[in-house]
């Protein structure tokens, strides 16, 4: 599929801010992932995969965190009760042959007789039990195991999985990456959860950890005891290596000494799709950036709604949305991205248009027009984004800050509520709690806390979300979205920004590129 690019004079000037109407985009060969068959055959050659950074572990769900490399890792080596199509974004039998729901909150998993751990030993229902245990024990905060109650052991090969909340898309949330099971025994044997998190020997996945030179590499080799005969593993190892700048990685896939060049860049990705040196992926990870206001008790200006407007007025979303994915994407019209079974355009490009005079206006009747000063919280790959913003708030008086920490730096600062713009994406393909964590009054979800800090929102919001999420039928949890999505313009809760797009640049002979959740990369499917 050819992709539309922004070239560079035209990126040059919607950062310059004279970005002209009718302006032409470069056609460019960008590819989009899930979309060549499997792969049949195996060989000798290890794949090499340059990814940002090194993570801290390997097996977040047993640390109480989850990093993107150690997700994208620990998917080689361990497997979940179900998986989910990338394209349909439907589950499909995995280490669980089928399923049933007993109830809105009991879902009975059976289990395959011939699925083998690194032990030797087979996959049994107490495998699962103490998987359950573990993820609600170390990760009871985050997504892992937050909206777990228990499991219980009917069989050997049958176990009941509880809930705390009703949702039948929970499903799809057990072939997420963080819901990788293990054994007992192979964690005692490796010495307990935390040496087993760095010396993961665990799993019953398509490859198996082997080396971890902290700083240099981690290396894995294929599972030659692997439960599918369907799959084939082209790959006899996986060779994981770190380099921060993404220049540097993808100049190594150009010189041969990687195949694999993750996460790049959108704006410098798209510098090398008409290479024929390489090939580049650029995809919707399902996810739209959202900008958020903070309307808390302990909140500035944005806590009136005539500023939050006059915000939105303000902002040129056609620029926004061309600097932040480069003109693979357009402006978002709605909450949900494009991709999303849910998505419904809730405002027109019309409405939209940059309203300087309207804006002045709105900040005076709030009794700012002398302007203010604010500050905006984003992660360090948005600040040519936020940059934007702040031009376009400076042209009615605002005057904004710009906060881009690293990203540990960043969580803090959203769930205490430390901004009055935050920059956020949210995933509304999977309806999963929490679905939209920034209008949540409550943790209505069981333990832990939502992200977003203090914020203005009712407890009519909280209910909203919760029917969504335990709607069986997806026409009309579609109809309750745009219901609630109307309201939340209505508030001015957010700006919808744009789609938000992952790039990644491979060596020319590469196939097979498959995403999972959150637009990962699924490295066990490449082959050549």
Known sequence: MKWRRLSSAILAAVMAGTLMAGSVYAEGNALTPNEDPANTVESDETLVVGLAGEPSMLWGAACGKLENEEQIINRTFMDTLVRVDPVTNEAEPNVASSWEWIDSTHCRFFLRDDVIMTDGTPLVADDVVFSVNTWMEQSPNNDTGKFLSGAVAEDEHTVVIEYNTVAPDMILLMGWTNF?????????????????????????????????????????ERNEDYWNPDYKGYFKEIKFTFTQDASTREMAVE????????????????????????????????????????????????????????????????????????????????YAAPTSKFYSETSTAEERAVDIEGAKALLEEAGYGDGFEISMLGLQDLSTVMTVIQGNLAEIGIRMNLDTPDTATFVEKAFAGEYDLIAVGDNLVTRIPPLIPFILTSNVY???????????????????????????????????????????????????????????????????????????????????
């Not at 040496?195 to 799993?203: C, L, M, Q, T």
């Not at 919760?466 to 979205?481: G, N, Q, R």
């Open 180 to 220: 990788g099971i293990a054994s007992e025994a192979e964690v005692e044997a490796l010495g307990g959860l935390e040496e087993a998190s760095r010396n993961p020997v665990i799993g019953s996945g398509r490859y198996r950890f082997k080396e971890w030179a902290h700083g240099q590499y981690i290396t894995l």
């Open 255 to 334: 010189a041969g000494d990687s195949d694999v060049a993750y996460d790049m860049p959108v704006v410098q990705a798209a510098n090398f799709a008409e290479s024929d040196k390489v090939k580049t992926y650029v995809y919707s990870m399902g996810q739209v950036l959202h900008l958020w206001y903070n309307m808390g008790e302990q909140a500035g200006p944005t806590k009136d709604p005539k500023v939050r407007e006059a915000i939105d007025k303000a902002l040129n979303f056609e620029a926004i949305a061309m600097v932040g994915t480069t003109g693979f994407a357009d402006q978002a019209l709605g």
């Open 446 to 528: 069981g333990p832990g806390v939502v992200i977003g800090g203090p914020k203005y929102a009712t407890p009519e919001y909280d209910e909203k979300v919760a029917a969504i999420i335990a709607e069986t039928d997806e026409a009309k949890a579609k109809e309750l979205v745009l219901d609630l999505e109307n309201q939340m313009k209505d508030e001015r809760l957010c700006s919808n920004l744009y789609t938000e797009m992952k790039a990644t640049v491979t060596a020319a002979d590469i196939k097979g590129y498959t995403t999972v959740e959150r637009g990962y990369i699924d490295v066990t499917t490449l082959y050549k």
